[in-house]
């Protein structure tokens, strides 16, 4: 079921969102898209269109509310594109890497590109690891959501982002413990207090700053 312009703006109100006329089509035609898609590959468990506007487009559009994302966005493991083409909706100026190793998925996330007329968007199959050996300190901003482990990531994810660029996680109450409590390379960057996610209980962003930056990586 398709959802409308009207319907799209409703479903994303509790996140208090300017989208204008043409992020409201691309929205509506990216959406179209994942669901076509997601018949063949896997790329979101959720089936529901109006879930999906929420839990996909709203909880990644959400950080440009509080981020003042510029130049460069490094997105790790885009999957189906959340937060990485997401934000790039929301912020057209944005030049934006999507890191996906799946051919798929990658496949996927170029059709997206082009079905809603982005520009300034790569799809590279390179995990963080390699692409931070070749292009170091090339990011002002990584986002990661669902990645999964992080046990080599953050350390990969430093050698990527320029003196004082933003880290921005999506993670759960308990994952943001578990990670900050285990993971050495936590200490790696400077960390502001986590945004709750409205609708949610236990869903957040962790904004953090690499070390030899200053000021908050939200504003």
């Known amino acids: 079921m398709d959802l409308d ?4 703006l409703g479903k994303l109100a509790p996140f208090r969102l300017n989208l204008n006329a043409g992020q409201l089509a691309q929205v509506s035609a990216y959406l179209r898209l994942l669901l076509r898609w997601s018949r063949a590959i896997s790329l979101t468990s959720i089936r529901e269109p109006a ?13 440009a509310k509080f981020a003042a994302l510029r130049g460069s966005l490094l997105d790790v493991g885009s999957g189906a594109g959340f937060p990485g083409l997401a934000l790039k909706i929301a912020l057209p100026e944005l030049s934006v890497v999507l890191l996906e190793p799946v051919s798929k998925r990658r496949a996927f996330l170029k059709e ?3 079905g809603c007329g982005l520009t300034g968007v790569e799809v590279r199959p390179e995990r963080v690891e390699e692409f931070g050996a070749q292009r170091a300190a090339s990011a002002d901003a990584v986002t990661m959501r669902a990645v999964g482990s992080f046990d080599t990531v953050l350390k990969a994810v430093s050698r990527c982002l320029v003196p004082g ?6 993670l759960t109450d308990t994952e943001a413990k578990h990670l900050s409590a285990e993971n050495r390379d936590f200490a790696r960057f400077e960390w502001s207090e986590p945004i709750p996610l409205p609708l949610s209980r236990h869903r957040e962003i962790w904004c953090g700053r ?3 930056g200053s000021g908050d990586p939200r504003v």
């Open 165 to 170: 660029g933003g880290l921005y996680l999506w």
């Open 51 to 63: 879930e999906i506007v929420t839990r996909h487009f709203g909880e990644s559009m959400y950080l």
């Open 112 to 114: 997206v590109v082009r």
């Open 210 to 212: 690499s070390r030899g």
């Open 5 to 8: 312009h009207a319907s799209i």
